[in-house]
């Protein structure tokens, strides 16, 4: 080997070595004496929604000045005592707008935003509504049907109606956040707790009383309202609905194939007639096209 091969090859081991030390001081250094970072205050452990904040479940962190997010807490006493609006993983900077202000109670109390009121339906229909399916955090359409009191009211015998539509469900029977399989078992359940202005509370009161309450998933994005109307049981009983219109697909159409016919020849002569024998001389020269 070569004096060249060698000396290149002692440079490389320096250099690398140089970079190897280098990232590892820059790694476990802990930060310099007045470099600019601020504390933020950041789980200590995953808190589900409903917990109240305690000592040992937060602590504080030094972060970049510049790296800090907006309304992030950065003391103890400023999280401490409130309750989580949002459930927070492990690590996270908590947020002042994931924290119920101070003093809004414990629970499902604190978690009931200024002029609402949480109200808690009952009935087993509702609850075990969608298989499952409806969580903490959804949507919800609340569907009353009401059998008919007697008499020609002209409903059949029954209605539904949507009595309230895009409802906030705040609680599934005990639960304040969604399980990790978002899935509940609905025979577990016994009560579906919804977020509505105190005059939706007292209209649900009387529902429940009166009838029978269904929930109706919806999606998070859907904020409007459908096109939809009161069913009577007079309107089922003569009611056959139209199969479901599929959207239209588009199918490739073959363009269609002209044949052009090649042109036929036409034959000039005489025809001769001998007794019962028909006879066809064709004159010289005279085929073309007809």
Known sequence: MSSRTVLVVALALVCGGAAAVGVNILINEPAAAGADTVPVVVAAVDISRGVTVSADLVKTRACPKELVP???IT?????????????????????????????AGRGLAALTVKGMRTFTIQTTTVASAAAGFILPGDRVDVLLT????????????????????????????????????NKVDPNELRSVTLSVTPDQDAMLALAQTMGTLHLSLRNAMDKGAPNSKPVTLADLRLHQE???KE???????????????????????????????????????ASGER
């Open 242 to 244: 139209k199969p479901r």
């Open 70 to 72: 907006a309304g992030a």
């Open 75 to 103: 003391t103890l006493d400023e999280a401490v005592g409130r309750v989580a609006y949002l459930p927070l993983v492990k690590d996270e900077p908590v947020l002042d707008a994931k924290l119920a202000v101070k003093g």
């Open 146 to 181: 009401v059998k008919s009191m007697g008499g020609e009211d002209g409903t059949g015998g029954g209605t539904t109606t949507r009595l309230l539509q895009n409802i906030e469900v705040v609680a599934v029977d005990q639960r304040l956040s969604a399980p990790a399989e």
């Open 247 to 285: 959207p239209p697909t588009t199918t490739a159409t073959a363009a269609p194939v002209t044949v052009t016919e090649p042109p036929r020849r036409r034959r000039l002569g005489i025809r001769t007639l001998r007794g019962t024998v028909a006879g066809w001389d064709e004159l010289p020269g």
